[in-house]
Protein backbone atom coordinates (compact mmCIF):
# COMPACT_ATOMS: atom_id res chain seq x y z
CA UNK A 1 0.00 0.00 0.00
CA UNK A 2 1.26 3.55 -0.82
CA UNK A 3 1.90 5.70 1.59
CA UNK A 4 0.00 8.79 2.49
CA UNK A 5 2.03 12.12 2.05
CA UNK A 6 -0.50 13.50 4.57
CA UNK A 7 0.15 16.50 6.84
CA UNK A 8 -1.91 17.27 10.27
CA UNK A 9 0.12 20.26 10.68
CA UNK A 10 -1.63 23.07 12.56
CA UNK A 11 -4.78 23.60 14.93
CA UNK A 12 -7.70 21.87 14.74
CA UNK A 13 -11.18 22.76 15.97
CA UNK A 14 -13.22 19.92 16.76
CA UNK A 15 -16.60 21.49 15.79
CA UNK A 16 -19.69 20.73 17.26
CA UNK A 17 -22.91 19.84 15.74
CA UNK A 18 -26.01 22.67 16.23
CA UNK A 19 -29.13 21.62 17.16
CA UNK A 20 -32.56 23.60 17.05
CA UNK A 21 -35.46 24.11 19.31
CA UNK A 22 -36.66 20.61 17.87
CA UNK A 23 -33.63 18.77 18.77
CA UNK A 24 -32.99 18.35 14.79
CA UNK A 25 -29.50 19.76 13.34
CA UNK A 26 -29.48 22.90 12.56
CA UNK A 27 -27.67 22.76 9.04
CA UNK A 28 -28.19 25.91 8.22
CA UNK A 29 -26.25 27.33 11.45
CA UNK A 30 -22.97 24.59 10.96
CA UNK A 31 -22.46 26.22 7.60
CA UNK A 32 -22.26 29.73 9.13
CA UNK A 33 -20.38 28.69 12.30
CA UNK A 34 -17.70 27.02 9.82
CA UNK A 35 -17.87 29.76 7.58
CA UNK A 36 -16.95 32.29 10.60
CA UNK A 37 -13.72 29.68 11.68
CA UNK A 38 -13.11 29.67 7.63
CA UNK A 39 -11.10 33.53 8.45
CA UNK A 40 -9.32 32.65 11.22
CA UNK A 41 -5.93 30.73 11.00
CA UNK A 42 -7.24 27.32 11.90
CA UNK A 43 -5.46 24.26 9.23
CA UNK A 44 -8.51 22.02 10.07
CA UNK A 45 -12.05 20.48 11.07
CA UNK A 46 -12.68 17.85 12.94
CA UNK A 47 -16.29 17.28 12.13
CA UNK A 48 -18.02 14.28 14.48
CA UNK A 49 -15.91 14.52 16.86
CA UNK A 50 -16.65 13.93 20.74
CA UNK A 51 -17.47 17.82 20.83
CA UNK A 52 -19.58 16.68 18.06
CA UNK A 53 -22.02 14.93 20.08
CA UNK A 54 -20.87 11.54 17.60
CA UNK A 55 -22.60 9.26 20.11
CA UNK A 56 -26.17 10.92 20.32
CA UNK A 57 -26.52 11.14 16.18
CA UNK A 58 -28.34 8.46 13.92
CA UNK A 59 -26.16 7.14 11.21
CA UNK A 60 -28.07 8.90 8.87
CA UNK A 61 -27.61 12.46 10.84
CA UNK A 62 -23.94 12.06 10.79
CA UNK A 63 -23.65 11.65 6.67
CA UNK A 64 -25.84 14.59 6.71
CA UNK A 65 -23.98 16.46 8.97
CA UNK A 66 -20.34 15.05 7.09
CA UNK A 67 -22.53 16.38 3.47
CA UNK A 68 -23.51 19.78 4.74
CA UNK A 69 -19.75 20.37 6.44
CA UNK A 70 -17.77 19.27 3.04
CA UNK A 71 -20.09 22.25 0.98
CA UNK A 72 -18.67 24.74 3.91
CA UNK A 73 -14.92 23.29 4.07
CA UNK A 74 -12.67 25.17 1.51
CA UNK A 75 -10.22 23.24 -0.23
CA UNK A 76 -7.15 24.64 1.85
CA UNK A 77 -8.56 23.22 5.00
CA UNK A 78 -8.69 19.48 6.15
CA UNK A 79 -11.81 18.08 6.92
CA UNK A 80 -11.44 14.89 9.12
CA UNK A 81 -13.93 12.83 10.15
CA UNK A 82 -14.89 10.69 12.92
CA UNK A 83 -15.83 7.76 11.63
CA UNK A 84 -15.59 5.40 15.09
CA UNK A 85 -18.13 3.33 15.61
CA UNK A 86 -18.40 0.01 18.20
CA UNK A 87 -18.09 -3.06 15.25
CA UNK A 88 -14.84 -2.82 12.74
CA UNK A 89 -17.42 -3.67 10.11
CA UNK A 90 -19.63 -0.18 10.65
CA UNK A 91 -16.42 1.46 11.06
CA UNK A 92 -15.34 0.54 7.91
CA UNK A 93 -18.67 1.41 6.27
CA UNK A 94 -19.17 4.82 7.73
CA UNK A 95 -14.97 5.59 7.01
CA UNK A 96 -16.37 4.59 3.06
CA UNK A 97 -19.38 7.46 3.44
CA UNK A 98 -17.19 10.05 4.47
CA UNK A 99 -14.56 9.38 1.35
CA UNK A 100 -17.11 9.33 -1.07
CA UNK A 101 -18.61 12.82 0.67
CA UNK A 102 -15.11 14.63 0.43
CA UNK A 103 -13.32 14.01 3.65
CA UNK A 104 -9.66 14.22 3.73
CA UNK A 105 -8.73 11.84 6.39
CA UNK A 106 -11.12 9.47 9.20
CA UNK A 107 -10.04 10.14 12.87
CA UNK A 108 -11.70 6.45 14.32
CA UNK A 109 -12.13 6.55 18.14
CA UNK A 110 -11.37 3.40 19.83
CA UNK A 111 -14.30 0.85 20.82
CA UNK A 112 -15.47 0.62 24.28
CA UNK A 113 -18.42 -0.63 25.41
CA UNK A 114 -16.72 -4.11 25.70
CA UNK A 115 -14.19 -2.82 27.12
CA UNK A 116 -12.43 -4.99 29.82
CA UNK A 117 -11.76 -6.95 26.07
CA UNK A 118 -10.49 -4.19 24.39
CA UNK A 119 -6.80 -4.70 25.07
CA UNK A 120 -3.87 -4.41 22.85
CA UNK A 121 -5.05 -7.66 20.46
CA UNK A 122 -8.00 -6.30 20.09
CA UNK A 123 -7.42 -2.48 19.15
CA UNK A 124 -4.58 -3.96 16.33
CA UNK A 125 -7.23 -5.91 14.90
CA UNK A 126 -9.58 -3.53 14.40
CA UNK A 127 -7.39 -0.45 13.70
CA UNK A 128 -5.24 -3.24 11.41
CA UNK A 129 -8.57 -3.98 9.35
CA UNK A 130 -9.60 -0.75 9.13
CA UNK A 131 -6.57 0.41 7.59
CA UNK A 132 -6.15 -2.19 5.16
CA UNK A 133 -9.08 -1.26 3.40
CA UNK A 134 -9.70 2.42 4.28
CA UNK A 135 -10.13 4.61 1.61
CA UNK A 136 -8.72 7.39 3.34
CA UNK A 137 -5.56 8.03 5.86
CA UNK A 138 -6.48 6.80 9.38
CA UNK A 139 -6.07 8.57 12.70
CA UNK A 140 -6.02 7.06 15.90
CA UNK A 141 -8.27 9.14 18.27
CA UNK A 142 -7.19 8.30 21.87
CA UNK A 143 -9.93 9.30 24.61
CA UNK A 144 -9.69 7.14 27.59
CA UNK A 145 -11.37 10.08 29.76
CA UNK A 146 -14.65 9.37 27.79
CA UNK A 147 -14.14 5.66 26.74
CA UNK A 148 -12.26 3.84 29.39
CA UNK A 149 -9.69 2.69 27.01
CA UNK A 150 -6.00 3.92 27.08
CA UNK A 151 -4.07 2.93 24.05
CA UNK A 152 -0.40 1.67 25.08
CA UNK A 153 2.51 3.33 23.17
CA UNK A 154 4.10 0.07 22.47
CA UNK A 155 0.48 -0.58 21.04
CA UNK A 156 0.42 2.71 19.02
CA UNK A 157 3.78 1.97 17.80
CA UNK A 158 2.84 -1.18 16.46
CA UNK A 159 0.16 0.41 14.52
CA UNK A 160 2.19 3.13 13.53
CA UNK A 161 4.21 0.58 11.14
CA UNK A 162 0.94 0.79 8.97
CA UNK A 163 1.23 3.06 5.77
CA UNK A 164 -2.85 4.13 5.99
CA UNK A 165 -2.37 5.21 9.95
CA UNK A 166 -1.01 8.16 9.61
CA UNK A 167 -1.18 9.65 13.31
CA UNK A 168 -2.79 9.95 16.52
CA UNK A 169 -5.16 12.43 18.33
CA UNK A 170 -4.19 11.72 22.36
CA UNK A 171 -6.42 13.18 24.48
CA UNK A 172 -4.96 11.71 27.31
CA UNK A 173 -2.60 14.11 28.70
CA UNK A 174 0.15 11.40 29.40
CA UNK A 175 3.33 13.73 27.83
CA UNK A 176 5.09 11.04 28.99
CA UNK A 177 3.70 8.42 26.65
CA UNK A 178 3.96 10.75 24.08
CA UNK A 179 7.17 11.17 23.98
CA UNK A 180 7.73 7.03 24.23
CA UNK A 181 5.92 6.87 21.19
CA UNK A 182 7.74 10.60 19.57
CA UNK A 183 11.16 8.97 19.84
CA UNK A 184 10.05 5.56 18.08
CA UNK A 185 7.69 6.01 15.71
CA UNK A 186 8.26 6.34 12.02
CA UNK A 187 8.53 9.93 9.89
CA UNK A 188 5.18 9.42 8.11
CA UNK A 189 3.39 9.25 11.84
CA UNK A 190 2.19 12.21 13.29
CA UNK A 191 0.67 12.97 16.83
CA UNK A 192 -1.90 15.88 17.79
CA UNK A 193 -2.41 16.89 21.26
CA UNK A 194 -5.50 16.34 21.81
CA UNK A 195 -6.26 19.17 23.97
CA UNK A 196 -5.32 22.73 24.88
CA UNK A 197 -4.38 21.96 28.23
CA UNK A 198 -1.21 20.20 27.21
CA UNK A 199 -0.55 21.59 23.24
CA UNK A 200 2.66 23.77 23.78
CA UNK A 201 4.32 20.96 25.94
CA UNK A 202 2.97 18.29 23.20
CA UNK A 203 4.72 20.61 20.53
CA UNK A 204 8.06 21.39 22.09
CA UNK A 205 8.34 17.32 22.13
CA UNK A 206 7.44 17.01 18.94
CA UNK A 207 3.55 17.02 18.11
CA UNK A 208 2.85 18.59 14.80
CA UNK A 209 -0.14 19.82 16.32
CA UNK A 210 -3.31 20.12 18.42
CA UNK A 211 -7.20 19.45 18.39
CA UNK A 212 -8.58 21.45 21.02
CA UNK A 213 -12.03 22.29 22.10
CA UNK A 214 -10.99 25.44 22.64
CA UNK A 215 -9.95 26.59 19.31
CA UNK A 216 -13.86 26.65 18.21
CA UNK A 217 -14.32 29.61 20.73
CA UNK A 218 -10.44 30.92 20.85
CA UNK A 219 -8.83 29.50 17.28
CA UNK A 220 -6.31 32.82 17.17
CA UNK A 221 -5.32 32.04 20.49
CA UNK A 222 -4.43 28.33 20.17
CA UNK A 223 -3.10 29.29 16.56
CA UNK A 224 -0.68 31.78 18.03
CA UNK A 225 0.21 28.96 20.58
CA UNK A 226 1.00 26.68 17.96
CA UNK A 227 3.34 29.81 15.82
CA UNK A 228 5.19 31.23 19.20
CA UNK A 229 6.29 27.56 19.76
CA UNK A 230 7.04 26.47 16.30
CA UNK A 231 9.09 30.26 16.14
CA UNK A 232 11.04 29.32 19.13
CA UNK A 233 9.25 31.73 21.28
CA UNK A 234 9.56 30.00 24.01
CA UNK A 235 8.83 32.64 26.85
CA UNK A 236 5.72 34.12 24.95
CA UNK A 237 3.89 30.16 24.13
CA UNK A 238 4.77 29.19 28.09
CA UNK A 239 2.80 32.43 28.86
CA UNK A 240 -0.15 32.33 26.23
CA UNK A 241 -0.27 28.26 27.27
CA UNK A 242 -0.72 28.68 31.05
CA UNK A 243 -3.35 31.76 30.32
CA UNK A 244 -5.52 29.35 28.54
CA UNK A 245 -5.58 26.50 30.62
CA UNK A 246 -8.10 27.86 32.89
CA UNK A 247 -11.13 28.34 29.84
CA UNK A 248 -9.79 24.93 28.38
CA UNK A 249 -10.89 23.23 31.14
CA UNK A 250 -14.09 25.55 31.51
CA UNK A 251 -15.17 24.21 28.14
CA UNK A 252 -14.09 20.59 28.60
CA UNK A 253 -13.69 18.60 31.77
CA UNK A 254 -15.71 21.14 34.18
CA UNK A 255 -18.68 22.31 31.68
CA UNK A 256 -18.34 20.18 28.71
CA UNK A 257 -20.17 20.16 25.24
CA UNK A 258 -22.83 22.55 27.08
CA UNK A 259 -20.45 24.76 28.05
CA UNK A 260 -18.66 25.05 24.65
CA UNK A 261 -21.99 25.61 23.14
CA UNK A 262 -22.86 28.64 25.73
CA UNK A 263 -19.65 30.35 25.37
CA UNK A 264 -19.53 30.03 22.00
CA UNK A 265 -23.27 31.85 21.77
CA UNK A 266 -21.64 34.39 23.81
CA UNK A 267 -18.91 34.62 21.28
CA UNK A 268 -21.30 35.55 17.71
CA UNK A 269 -21.60 31.78 17.17
CA UNK A 270 -24.38 29.61 17.14
CA UNK A 271 -23.93 26.86 20.03
CA UNK A 272 -27.60 25.88 20.83
CA UNK A 273 -28.77 23.56 22.63
CA UNK A 274 -26.93 20.09 23.55
CA UNK A 275 -29.20 17.32 22.53
CA UNK A 276 -30.18 15.27 25.60
CA UNK A 277 -29.35 14.08 27.81
CA UNK A 278 -27.04 16.48 28.02
CA UNK A 279 -28.37 19.84 29.97
CA UNK A 280 -27.67 23.50 29.19
CA UNK A 281 -25.95 25.15 32.32
CA UNK A 282 -27.68 26.61 34.82
CA UNK A 283 -27.46 30.53 35.78
CA UNK A 284 -24.81 29.28 38.69
CA UNK A 285 -22.99 27.79 35.82
CA UNK A 286 -23.07 30.45 33.09
CA UNK A 287 -21.88 32.78 35.69
CA UNK A 288 -18.87 30.93 36.07
CA UNK A 289 -18.06 30.10 32.81
CA UNK A 290 -18.37 33.93 31.82
CA UNK A 291 -16.04 35.27 34.68
CA UNK A 292 -13.38 32.44 33.15
CA UNK A 293 -14.13 33.60 29.71
CA UNK A 294 -13.46 37.23 31.05
CA UNK A 295 -10.68 36.70 32.81
CA UNK A 296 -8.92 35.06 30.14
CA UNK A 297 -9.56 37.92 27.47
CA UNK A 298 -11.84 35.30 25.26
CA UNK A 299 -15.19 37.22 26.27
CA UNK A 300 -15.37 41.14 26.14
CA UNK A 301 -16.57 42.41 29.72
Not at 88 to 104: C, K, N, V, W, Y
Not at 177 to 202: C, D, M, N, T, V
Request: proline share 8%; glycine share 8%; net charge neutral.
Amino acid sequence: MAMHPFSLAGIYAPIPTPFDANDAVAHDKLAENIAKWNKTSLAGFVVLGTNGEFPLLSDREKVEVLRTARQAIPKDKQFIAGTGCESTGHTLRFTEQAAAIGADAAMVITPSYYKSRMDAGAMRRHFLQLADRSPLPVILYNMPGNTGVDLAAETVLEMAQHPNIVGIKDSSGNIVKLGEILRAAPPHFQILAGSASFLYAALVLGAVGGVAALANIAPEACCRLYEYTLQGQHQEARQLQLKLIPPNAAVTIRFGVPGLKQAMDWLGYYGGPPRPPLVPLDEAQQAALKAILIAAGILPT
